[in-house]
């Protein structure tokens, strides 16, 4: 993983936790690292211009939460929470007002009806 740029992160997890003990915890990759290398290989095959043009959509937008990562490593990119929290301090997360995968889906529905209507516009 490190070879690719994509090291190893610890956190510790002091209490409260949803386990309801303090934990460590290790992850194969920093998920603001993965999500800034998922951006440069979309730009170097052409797809985006910059990360303007990037959603990130998670529920754990929380300080020190995993997805918060992925927000302040993408400064410029849109960053949707459907968790019941997220840092309002970080300017470019919003929070949804319905939570879990069926409102990312319906999102992303909406997104694409919204880029085919601009699409067929430009034309």
Request: aromatic share 6%; glycine share 8%; charged share 25%.
């Amino acid at each position: 993983n490190k070879a690719n740029g994509l090291g190893y992160l610890v956190q510790l997890k002091p209490m409260p936790t949803m386990r309801h003990a303090p934990y460590v915890q290790y992850f194969k990759a920093h998920k603001g690292t993965g999500a800034r290398k998922a951006m440069e290989m979309l730009k170097a095959k052409g797809l985006v211009d910059d990360e303007s043009q990037i959603a990130v959509f998670g529920d754990d937008f929380k300080a020190e939460g995993n997805d918060l990562y992925m927000a302040q490593a993408l400064p410029r990119a849109l960053a949707v929470s459907v968790g019941r929290t997220f840092d309002a301090s970080q300017p470019n997360v919003l929070q949804a007002k319905q939570r879990g995968s069926a409102t990312i889906r319906a999102l992303i529905g909406r997104l694409n009806v919204l880029l085919a209507e601009r699409e067929s516009g430009a034309k």
